[in-house]
Antibody, heavy 122, light 111 residues
Framework: QVQLQESGPGLLKASQTLSLTCAVS??????????WGWIRQPRGKALEWIGH???????FSNPSLETRVTILVDRLKNDFSLKLYTVTAADTAVYFC??????????????WGQGHEVIVSS | QSVLTQPPSVSGAPGQRVTISCTGS?????????VHWYQQVPGTAPRLLIY???NRPSGVPDRFSGSKSGTSATLAITGLQAEDEADYYC???????????FGGGTKLTVL
């Protein structure tokens, strides 16, 4: 049973870079069967797809965030990361990492981390 | 405003059947992309309920079922239980926008 766990800072100031890591246990991140993704959810609002990565270097992201997002895989640590540049208060949300099956396009998120709240102050 | 439209809320009494709709367009659901459904109890991570329109992951009760027709999809829950009270989200892919999309979510209240 794969497990995912997000980690990173919980409080940022506007214009800083958000860096989150998702540790994967119970399975290899480079198995080739899955993609690995990030989704966020502002408090009381709907889920929003940020992006995901398949293989080790094929990443694609939400066009609304694309210029500010980098998603990378670390094979040695069996984890993957999200960087979101130049954050604003609008980036305040709970950030989830998830495993993607059936992808890379139109896949479904079949395992999720517990979520990590990020607050951006101005 | 979400590309996939869901009713904000639905409700039902224990034992009843409820349905939640997810309406898209010709560039997503209508283009043949699969619809997936998630259940989220507030304060927790979403849980996959249905994938590729009709398939249930192992461990999901058969009270939950999914269907798709044209530009819409539906999640049905039969034999409603108190533990089903949660938010439900549909997800698909939009080929015109090249983006994974979620519905706005539906809050299910068990009366």
């Amino acid at each position: 049973q794969v497990q995912l766990q997000e980690s990173g800072p919980g409080l940022l100031k506007a214009s800083q870079t958000l860096s989150l890591t998702c540790a994967v246990s119970g399975g290899s991140i480079i198995s080739g069967r899955y993609s690995w993704g990030w989704i966020r959810q502002p408090r009381g609002k709907a889920l929003e797809w940020i992006g995901h990565i398949y293989g080790s270097d094929n990443a694609f992201s939400n066009p609304s965030l694309e210029t500010r997002v980098t998603i990378l895989v670390d094979r040695l640590k069996n984890d993957f990361s999200l960087k979101l540049y130049t954050v604003t208060a609008a980036d305040t949300a709970v950030y989830f990492c998830a495993r993607v099956s059936g992808g890379p396009y139109n896949g479904h998120f079949d395992s999720w981390g517990q979520g990590h709240e990020v607050i951006v102050s101005s | 405003q979400s590309v996939l439209t869901q009713p904000p809320s639905v409700s039902g009494a224990p034992g009843q059947r409820v349905t939640i709709s997810c309406t898209g367009s010709s560039s997503n659901i209508g283009a043949g992309y699969g619809v997936h459904w998630y259940q989220q109890v507030p304060g927790t991570a979403p849980r996959l309920l249905i994938y590729d329109n009709t398939n249930r992951p192992s461990g999901v009760p058969d009270r939950f079922s999914g269907s798709k027709s044209g530009t819409s999809a539906t999640l049905a829950i039969t034999g409603l239980q108190a533990e089903d009270e949660a938010d439900y989200y549909c997800q698909s892919f939009d080929g015109s926008l090249s983006v994974e999309i979620f519905g706005g979510g539906t809050k299910l209240t068990v009366l």
